[in-house]
């Protein structure tokens, strides 16, 4: 299986980006986590972007505040998917949001909402999923199930209130 790549700019971002961890766990999906700066660790980041696909990621997610250029100096540097997950900080998160969708044509970021990592790790399964069908399984079984929940929760209101 391939395993994928989270990139935070920060190791502020660690109590957001833990909702991702816990989704690739509950997947059996390998990952790695490192913390490299667009802007301190330039150097670090390119040669991790350079490097994924024959170390073996399949997505790559990255999270950054403010200035949130990590997305898109990975996607520069790699034709893996990159995901992006803006970070709530200044401006409540809309400058980072902004700057993580707003990529040229041909170097896309695939974003998630503001500190939305749990979609990421989502997003990222998914893509691994187009070629392991075991995984795909998986996600399916898990829509399932949260239908299901849904289903139960209407059922019992339902009956509550509903003549």
Known sequence: MKKVGI???SDSDQPVVE??????????IPFEVHVYSAHRTPEQARE????ARANGFGALICAAGMAAHLAGAIAANTTIPVIGIP???SLEGMDALLATVQMPSGIPVATVAINGAA??????AEMIALS?????EKLDARRKADA???????????????A
Do not use: H, P, T
Request: charged letters at 30%; hydrophobic letters at 55%.
């Open 7 to 9: 990139i935070m700019g």
């Open 19 to 28: 909702k991702a961890f816990k989704v690739l766990s509950d997947f059996e």
């Open 48 to 51: 991790f972007a350079v490097n």
């Open 87 to 89: 970070i709530k900080s």
């Open 119 to 124: 979609n990421a790790a989502f997003l990222a």
């Open 132 to 136: 392991d069908d075991e995984l795909a």
């Open 148 to 162: 299901e929940a849904v289903l139960a929760k209407d059922a019992k209101i339902a009956e509550q209130y509903n």
